[in-house]
Nanobody, 126 residues
Framework: QVQLVESGGGLVQAGGSLRLSCAASGRTFSSYAMGWFRQAPGKEREFVAAVNWSGTMTYYGESVSGRFTISRDNAKNLVYLHMDSLKPEDTAVYYC???????????????????WGQGTQVTVSS
């Protein structure tokens, strides 16, 4: 069982940067693929980024590719989402998620993820 807690959200101006963190409990963290999703008011949950268990493979949603970077530190049970060149349309609640399945190594499908955090709000002002 993995429990996830996100932090680092807040208010930032367009063009700015923000780094989200996801702290995971449990000794099996390093075996999980991890992902970030987001949900804006009135919209469906959207895939943002994913990283495989070792941190050697990443996958990004089209709207954030080139601006966001996902990484992990298995020694500290942490996953990060570094967000650059933020836009007002990036405003959403951001969720961290964990997938215990070895295949696929990274996934944009929320149904592949069994464990979810409570979310952290990111607001980008224009």
């Amino acid at each position: 069982q993995v429990q996830l807690v996100e932090s680092g959200g807040g208010l930032v101006q367009a063009g700015g940067s923000l780094r989200l963190s996801c702290a995971a409990s449990g000794r099996t963290f390093s075996s999980y693929a991890m992902g970030w999703f987001r949900q804006a008011p009135g919209k469906e949950r959207e895939f943002v980024a994913a990283v495989n268990w070792s941190g050697t493979m990443t996958y990004y949603g089209e709207s954030v590719s080139g601006r966001f970077t996902i990484s992990r530190d298995n020694a500290k049970n942490l996953v990060y989402l570094h967000m650059d060149s933020l836009k007002p349309e990036d405003t959403a609640v951001y969720y961290c998620a964990a997938s215990p399945r070895p295949r696929p190594p990274v996934s944009n499908d929320e149904h592949e993820y069994d464990h979810w955090g409570q979310g952290t709000q990111v607001t980008v002002s224009s």
